[in-house]
């Protein structure tokens, strides 16, 4: 009986202390808000200005294939209010994205969302994540790691669903839905 209740006591020691950090976080940063955020990115590889370009790839690319399994790319996406790209521009994501799925297309995304426009004006988010672009169309996931400014500590997710892909060039436009905890 003795080891049990030893584990449980070092169970509910790091319990406290772990509510202990969330009250020091908040004495020190104010209670955490929770902020959504909706728009779309516009990654494209194609034309006179793209803004998503090649800088390395694999040596053996499979052929017909726009975003081959080990290239990796640098980002200046557009993000828009909505999907066309006429659309009031809202702010920029910056950043780089490697092709890391052997099978299917899938992504680790390493960028940094930067607003433009409204109350977050030059706050960022910070993706550090996965995107599984071909098993997951709509509906998929990826991690909100931190952010700078008015999202400085931030934690949180993003919905990602494919609006448009073009498998021939990789051109396309994701649609976000963004949640942030914040302080
Ligand atoms: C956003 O912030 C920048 C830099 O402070 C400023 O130049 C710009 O006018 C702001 N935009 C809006 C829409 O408030």
Known sequence: MRTPSLLLAILLGAAASLQSAADTTELLLGPAKTTH???FLHDTLTGKDPSAVLVARNRTPKPDDPVPFGSLYATDDVLTEGPQRESKVVGN????????????????????????????NGSAFVVYSRNTVAEHPVGRELAIVGGRGKFRMARGYAM????YLDNNNGDAIVEYDVTLHHH
């Open 37 to 39: 955020l909706h728009f």
């Open 93 to 120: 994501a910056q950043g780089l994205y490697i092709s890391s799925g052997r099978p299917q297309l899938s992504l680790v995304l390493g960028m940094d969302f930067e607003l433009t426009e409204g109350p977050f």
């Open 160 to 163: 990602l669903r494919t609006h």
